[in-house]
């Protein structure tokens, strides 16, 4: 079935470090791939996504594109901020499975001042 | 746009015990997801309805059921609770269904069972 991994955390990082999270994914068919983000207290927030290979999603100076060579969807901030400090799940959504989306572990980020 | 509410927030039950949640999805959506978090499972996939009927099932005991009415609401249900049941349920709404549409999710409801 489908799955994904994403590095494990917490990552720890002082503002206006450059933020990598890794996200690989295994998938039957041609899945679309999200970001999404959970503070505190919260439910998810959609950061971004891409529905096809080599496309890139983008929101808030997050990014992360669409590798169909190596199933990766690794998201990317050149410089974060306290205010980043989340939960980012990275998920997938089969096409022959409606909505469902498969989620990663999640990766816990802490930024700090 | 009012976002996606969820009934009620906060839900402390006893072992055997039943519980009704319930997810109002954002105006003019009809598809609502269901999702568990747990600390040790992570988020796991419940059910999703669209235009009241199941599309889709993740891998849970019968004990969780659910259903939609006709103005898109929709509930979910967890007959005789286990201790393991304790988790945050989140509710999911989108427009027309399908991979590339964007899911919102509520707030959830969190549930300790005692």
Redesign the interface.
Known sequence: GDSVTQMEGPVTLSEEAFLTINCTYTATGYPSLFWYVQYPGEGLQLLLKATKADDKGSNKGFEATYRKETTSFHLEKGSVQVSDSAVYFCALSDQNAGNMLTFGGGTRLMVKP | KAG?TQTPRYLIKTRGQQVTLSCSPISGHR?V?W?QQTPGQ????LF?Y?SETQ??K?NFPGRFSGRQFSNSRSEMNVSTLELGDSALY?C?S?FP????????????TRLTVT
């Open positions: 996606v598809s997801s999702y992570g988020l796991q996939f999703e669209f599309r889709n993740g989140l999911a989108s269904p399908g991979p590339s549409y964007e899911q919102y999710f509520g707030p959830g």
